[in-house]
């Protein structure tokens, strides 16, 4: 069993920062991809950002250049920066991660339960 717990959301005004975390526990061999995507009301889940296992990162083009992800392999987190907030930044955000549970097993996909992150006056 692996899970995924995410912390760090909240209530922030605008052009205020948070930084979410996530933490990746129970039997892992090695993390894959890890990423954030993000759910507001009424709207499909969307990407926000994606980090290879080497650190190479992409990012959806609304947060590029105020959003950051990085992660630490030895923890088996990853973390979001979140600077500049906006309004429409308001959704709940969710952990992704790939990953191997056995050496020479196909990777799995596994989910965080997501943190709530508004921004608003």
């Known amino acids: 069993q692996v899970q995924l717990v995410e912390s760090g959301g909240g209530l922030v005004q605008p052009g205020g920062s948070l930084r979410l975390s996530c933490a990746a526990t129970g039997t892992i061999f090695s993390i894959n991809g890890m990423g954030w995507y993000r759910q507001a009301p009424g709207k499909e889940r969307e990407l926000v950002a994606t980090i290879t296992s080497g650190g190479s990162a992409d990012y959806e083009a609304s947060v590029q250049g105020r959003f950051t992800i990085s992660r630490d392999n030895a923890k088996n987190q990853v973390y979001l920066q979140m600077n500049s907030l906006k309004p429409e930044d308001t959704a709940a955000y969710y952990c992704?991660?790939?990953?191997?549970?056995?050496?020479?097993?196909?990777?799995?996909?596994?989910w965080g339960e997501g943190t709530l992150v508004t921004v608003s006056s």
């Open positions: 992704y991660a790939r990953v191997v549970r056995y050496k020479w097993r196909p990777a799995m996909d596994c």
